[in-house]
């Protein structure tokens, strides 16, 4: 079978959503020539960006179908789209990645059993339906353990952190009785992800890791390189490009991963998979020649890859709720690259923009 033919330049890809994702998706698309119409349930940083816009629910499948027939091809920005608004428009234009990538990441549960299925590790888990389950998975697990709502969560949200048998008791009311798992506490040295892109012939390129750190369970730095050594990196490099493969995913998916240390049998295990452009890899966009939201809509848009070497080291900080008051003094910052989302109002907790700071290359990739 021959590969479809590249998108040529002036097509229109649909995004599903319109977050500051979609918003940078946008204006990569640009970069190359190509539109971008964007669908989503409420206005947002993207639609400031794009050429079209519509504002519908995910579950106005018509709706949905409409926005298919006038783009040439759909992705999404978020992997909480529901599964039948995919559907839809793939009856109409092709969808990358599919849905296939959206059924192993809106579950927890069955992320981490397509993730194991494939021999990959990860932390161990127990599905939690109830006390009794929790109790079960307890004994099983032990403590310190996380419970965590199987759909929904992201940002440290549905989440909590049990330390002794007496943290079960309320725990399950604490995250609303939802269906949940409970994960081990995987004792890590650091977090890294991977963001791995695959072109529609199954060419795979990699971004250098990140090492990423957390504020109350919201991404704060990611910065390259990781002081991962080369044997646990080229691990990590290859659980993304197998787990990659096996979702036959198009576009950029980010892996995160717990480093474990050089003395663990493992060096690497998954956290968790999105299947979609991330915050970790914010820092391509100053540090490399093709950003992962550029290399996305090419992957998507049939166009060969583009370089994912990265030219200067970097640290990318978030800018959550009230930071981004500080935009005058960031902007007249020396060396640093302001990128703001445009949201209107800096709740708490709210991603607002990022800044990047670049310093020479150091260590090859
Ligand atoms: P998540 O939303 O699952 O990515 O979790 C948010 C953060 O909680 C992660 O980035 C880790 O810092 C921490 N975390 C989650 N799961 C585990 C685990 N099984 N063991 C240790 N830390 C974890």
Known sequence: MTAPKPLPPGSTIGILGSGQLGRMLATAASRLGLKTHIYCDSSGPAFDVAAARTVGAFTDLERVAAFAETVDVVTYEFENVPKATVEAAERIRPVRPGVRALDFSQDRLVEKQFISSIGVPVAPFAPVDDEAGLAAAASVLGFPSILKTRRLG???????????????????GRIGHAPAILEGFVAFQFEVSVLVVRGLGGETRFYD?????????????????????????????????????????????AVEMFYLGEGAAEPVVVNEIAPRVHNSGHWTLDACLVSQFENHIRAVAGWPLGPTERHSDAIMTNLIGADVDNWQKLAATPKLALHLYGKNEARPGRKMGHVTTLAPKSASS
């Open 209 to 253: 890791v990140p090492l990423n750190t957390h504020r109350d369970g919201i991404l704060h730095t990611s910065a390259v390189p990781a002081p991962i050594p080369t044997r646990a990196k080229a691990r990590a490099l290859e659980i993304a490009s197998h787990v990659a493969q096996k979702l036959d995913f198009v576009g950029v998916l």
């Open 154 to 172: 992201y940002d440290g949200k549905g989440q909590v952190r049990l330390t002794c048998g007496g943290d079960c008791t309320g725990a399950l």
